[in-house]
Structures are given as structure tokens and as C-alpha cells.
Nanobody, 115 residues
């Protein structure tokens, strides 16, 4: 059973930064892609960023230039650096991994941006 455990969320002021981490129970290079999604109250889950096994990186439109996805394969850890945070970035951020037509999700970590 694949497990994804997120951490690093919290309360931050507008303009602040956070770094989210996701530790996988298997080497992240075993997945076709790994990434981050988020879901705000009353809204659908949306793509934040994804990185493929061969290092292709894709961002959601509103995240480009502010968020950075990275990974440490040796630690089986995926990261998401969040900079210049805005109140509209408030959401639960979920780690995602996909392979062989199966998708896995973590439990999520809450990010709240407020003054």
C-alpha cells in the first residue's frame, strides 16, 4: 500500500513563504508522476504542480513564478516551495503520485494565508 505523508503547512501572512514536504513509502521514481494539488473550501481540487519521472515540470496557471516543485529521490521526498503567498492560496494541499493507471493521495496539509 503506497503511503504519502505531507507536512509543512501552517498559518502565514500574505507575502510569506512555506515549504511543503511529502514523504512517500516507495521511491518516488517508481511513479510516472508526482505532484501537488490543492482544494479550497467550496471549490474543486486543482493542479498546483507536477513533476514527471523524466523531470518534466508543469504548474497550474496561477502558480507559475511563485511556487516551485522539487524532489529528493534519495529521500523519497517531494517538495513544494510556496512564495509570495496570497489569501486565495488558502487551501488543503495534497500530495499525489500516479503509475499504471492508479493514483495515490496523501491526507493533505492545511495552508492558511491571512493577515
Amino acid at each position: 500500500q503506497v503511503q504519502l505523508v505531507e507536512s509543512g503547512g501552517g498559518l502565514v501572512q500574505p507575502g510569506g513563504s512555506l515549504r511543503l514536504s511529502c514523504v512517500a513509502s516507495e521511491t518516488i521514481l517508481s511513479f510516472t508522476s508526482t505532484g501537488w494539488y490543492r482544494q479550497a473550501p467550496g471549490k474543486q481540487r486543482e493542479l498546483v504542480a507536477v513533476i514527471t519521472r523524466n523531470s518534466g515540470i508543469y504548474y497550474g496557471d496561477s502558480m507559475k513564478g511563485r511556487f516551485t516543485i522539487s524532489r529528493d529521490s534519495a529521500l523519497s521526498t517531494l517538495y513544494l516551495q510556496l512564495n509570495s503567498l496570497k489569501p486565495e492560496d488558502t487551501a488543503i494541499y495534497y500530495c499525489n503520485a500516479a503509475r499504471s493507471l492508479r493514483t495515490y493521495w496523501g491526507q493533505g496539509t492545511q495552508v492558511t494565508v491571512t493577515s
